[in-house]
């Protein structure tokens, strides 16, 4: 089993930045998936970025692309969010997901992911 616990949300002016953690309970499976997902109210929770834990090779959704970067410290067994230029639109709750050995072409769904956190709320004023 592992723990998930996501910080670093909170409110930020249109244009601003936030970075999330999440760091989880014990050391992450070697061939462990760490995604980001998002759901804002009366939507279905969507697929933001994804990081391998061995290779650190990373996927994002075209709506976040070259806005958030995500990454990872395997010592201190945590993954990132950076999120800058966030817009409107970026408003939700976010969280952090681990699976292992997932394919590639199955990072963007939150339907295999094994574990996840409580969120953190992100909430984007103009």
């Known amino acids: 089993q592992v723990q998930l616990v996501e910080s670093g949300g909170g409110l930020v002016q249109s244009g601003g930045s936030l970075r999330l953690s999440c760091a989880a309970s014990r050391r992450f499976f070697s061939d462990a998936v760490v995604g980001w997902f998002r759901q804002a109210p009366g939507k279905e929770r969507q697929f933001v970025s994804a990081?391998?834990?061995?290779?650190?090779?990373?996927v994002y959704a075209d709506s976040v692309k070259g806005r958030f970067t995500i990454s990872r410290d395997n010592a201190q067994n945590t993954a990132y969010l950076q999120m800058n230029s966030l817009k409107l639109e970026d408003t939700a709750v976010y969280y952090c997901?681990?699976?292992?050995?997932?394919?590639?072409?199955?990072?963007?769904?939150?339907?295999?992911?094994?574990?996840w956190g409580q969120g953190t709320q992100v909430t984007v004023s103009s």
């Open positions: 990081v391998s834990w061995s290779d650190g090779r990373r």
């Open positions: 997901a681990a699976a292992a050995s997932l394919p590639i072409s199955r990072w963007f769904d939150r339907t295999v992911y094994d574990y």
